[in-house]
């Protein structure tokens, strides 16, 4: 494998781990909305380490996204097209399906 080749893997994959992560912090708020304790909206799930982007919804719709390990959701606009494509579009954030291996890493997390 060429440098770059590796340099692109391994930032794909660093940007799906990132997406991860923030993925893993709103499972702990979907838990705690389960538990009746509010909060203050779910984060985005972008592969910004730091973004500070939020949108409320609802426990159910949350779950009903991530009932598949590839999808999250995303602030309109977030999105990393070499790792995800757009499959669905609200006015406050948008759906993205994780591709190749960001999808295995998605699956694997889950």
């Known amino acids: 494998m060429e440098g ?5 893997d391994a930032r794909r994959e660093r940007l799906a781990s990132n997406e991860v992560l923030d993925r893993q912090l ?5 838990k705690w909305m389960d538990d ?9 799930e972008c592969a910004t380490l730091h973004c500070g982007a939020r949108f409320r919804l609802s426990p159910e719709r949350w ?20 790792i995800e ?9 948008w759906v993205v ?8 890493i998605a699956e694997a997390a889950d």
């Open 26 to 30: 709103n499972e702990r708020k979907a």
């Open 85 to 93: 494509v757009v499959v669905e579009r609200a006015p406050e954030y």
């Open 4 to 8: 770059s080749e590796a340099s692109d």
């Open 36 to 44: 009746g304790l509010p909060t203050a909206g779910f984060r985005c």
């Open 97 to 104: 399906e994780k591709q190749g291996e960001a999808a295995r």
């Open 63 to 82: 779950q009903e996204v991530h009932s598949r390990p590839d999808r999250f959701l995303v602030a309109p606009g977030h999105v990393e097209p070499e």
